[in-house]
């Protein structure tokens, strides 16, 4: 049974590939077409996927795509008129979109798949998935639990932003939801919006950028913006956005409550700024801990699945583990909605075909960097003399502080410093991967899964006698990920890099013809 998922039309688009419900493959459009967030239709990372199997076209069984359009465009009806007159501009420049491609985006996949192949009956082979059940397949059925509670988070998808499913073997049923407007994704965006990075791109950005601040507007937070219930259930007040009705995602109030406008890509960022940063950090961090404590005591799950774009937040997923509710957490890597993609296709497999899964404790996303689960006395040994961590990070999806015995403490003078300028101020033996706040990014190297890379860290060791390196995407802000040897090529030859490595090619700045050096500042939109 061959099944390809495909996330398309919105942002991130993707193709996955099961084989008999294993991974086989997949891939997100963007490092093909080296547009960073494509939407479009994934072309690119379908053939990929394909030939990575060694099939064709006419061999795949079922197509599935990640959410359902009508119950989207069902939504974005209800808003409008629920806010009319309120929203005229924004609904006039969508409506006429969705009518010419998204409500009609059955016949748009047909389309699209006919000009790879038109022979097969694509139609009758095509199946939809709702969003947040595609995001909770993706979390639950690839993870090493044989049950477990699975929390989805995001923006928005039809009309749930918040989901709470539970999966057994191959069963997956979502038991509740917070719906739009109230989002947690769209409370974080709103603030990405506000500090002057763009949405759905420069969230990580508001992340990186917490820790040089203090959380000073928490109050105002859940004073003004956000209602929150002792189970971790929420409202937002809706006066104080416009992402509902407007082309904006902060209205007068928002403004008005922070102290002006939102800041110009251009401007410079602020100790003000940092401070936003912060305080939404610090009301996400408190609202997540809030629902997965919530979610324990409710289902008694000793395992927690996460997913979803929210899921990207490392830092609070690091609190969810250390707050010891649950035994083990594992978070799809693929959170957001390139994701959907995987999920839509395991959806299909186990429950709308019924297929059985076994859980054997491995980790299943054979198709991401890392696999399978490690044991526990290399995670201890490749982590805990450290870093504060008792398990695996395969992904870099989980924040850890570095241990007191490896830190360095600040001087007084040190210690009067603030923003970036903190930044440069050793904080540990390692400096290089150690924040402001002596936590680090996290992620755990094994010999099985990537041995030229752990052969790589293994020698740094014996040069060092430090068994941690600096990992770090390979691309230019605003770029996607490189994926070809051309793609590192040219990144190598247009940013001041001054060696490469790929495969078994070691390539040095100073040999190169210099004819070949690159303008990259204006090559890509900044996110």
Not at 397 to 411: I, N
């Amino acid at each position: 049974m061959l099944i390809l998922g495909i996330s398309a039309f919105y942002h991130d688009s993707a193709a996955a590939l099961l084989r008999d419900g294993e991974i086989v493959a997949a891939a997100q459009e963007e490092r093909f077409t080296r547009k960073k967030h494509d939407p479009g239709f994934p072309g690119n990372a379908l053939e990929y996927c394909l030939g990575a199997a060694g099939i064709g076209w006419q061999d795949v069984d079922h197509v599935a795509f990640y959410d359902k359009p009508f119950l989207k465009f069902e939504r974005l009806l209800e808003t409008y008129v629920s806010f009319a007159p309120r929203g005229f501009e924004s609904f006039r420049m969508a409506i006429p979109v969705w009518l010419r491609e998204k409500l009609f985006l059955k016949d748009l996949l047909v389309k699209e798949l006919r000009r790879y192949a038109p022979d097969p009956d694509w139609e009758s082979r095509l199946r939809f998935s709702e969003h947040h059940l595609s995001h909770a397949a993706s979390a639950f059925f690839p993870s090493p639990f044989e049950e477990a509670a699975v929390l989805t988070m995001d923006g928005v998808g039809e009309w749930a932003t918040t989901s709470l499913a539970i999966g057994r073997g191959n069963k997956l049923e979502v038991l509740k939801e917070i719906q739009f407007p109230h989002s947690l994704g769209l409370l974080y965006s709103a603030f990405t919006y506000y500090t002057g990075f763009k949405v759905n791109s420069g969230e990580y950005k508001l992340m990186g950028l917490a820790p040089y601040g203090e959380p000073r507007y928490v109050r105002e937070i859940f004073d003004h913006l956000v209602d929150l219930k002792a189970d971790g259930s929420f409202r937002l007040d809706q006066s104080y956005f416009n992402y509902c009705t407007g082309l904006t995602m902060t209205g007068p109030k928002f403004n008005e409550l922070f102290g002006g406008p939102p800041r110009a890509a251009n401007e410079p960022l602020t100790q003000h700024h940092m401070d936003l940063a912060a305080s939404v950090q610090a009301a996400t961090e408190q609202i997540v801990l809030q629902l997965a404590r919530s979610i324990r005591a409710e289902t008694g799950m000793r395992n927690l699945c996460l997913a979803g774009g929210v899921a990207l937040n490392c830092v609070a997923n690091g609190k969810v583990l250390r707050d010891g509710q649950f035994d083990d957490i594992w978070v799809q890597p693929a959170a957001g909605d390139a994701g959907g993609a995987l999920g839509a296709a395991l959806a299909v497999h186990h429950i709308h075909l019924g297929r059985p899964r076994s859980a054997d404790g491995s980790d299943r996303m054979r198709g991401s960097y890392l696999g399978p689960e490690f044991a526990q006395a290399d995670i201890e040994l490749d982590v805990a003399d450290w870093f504060e961590l008792d398990g695996d990070s395969p992904y870099m999806l989980l924040v850890a502080d570095v241990v007191e015995r490896r830190r360095r403490p600040m001087t007084e003078a040190e210690q009067k410093l603030f923003g970036i300028e903190k930044l440069n101020v050793p904080r540990s033996d390692i400096p290089a991967v150690t924040h402001v706040d002596y936590s680090a990014r996290i992620q755990t190297v094994h010999a099985e899964t990537n041995p030229r890379y752990h052969a790589l860290i293994s020698a740094f060791k014996r040069q060092t006698g430090c068994p941690v390196i600096v990992n770090t995407s390979f691309n230019v802000r605003g770029e996607p990920i490189v994926c070809t040897p051309e793609d590192a090529f040219r990144c190598f030859m247009g940013t001041e890099i001054e060696a490469l490595a790929v495969g078994n090619c070691f390539l040095k700045k100073e040999d190169q013809d210099p004819a070949l050096k690159l303008n990259y500042e204006t090559a890509f939109e900044l996110d």
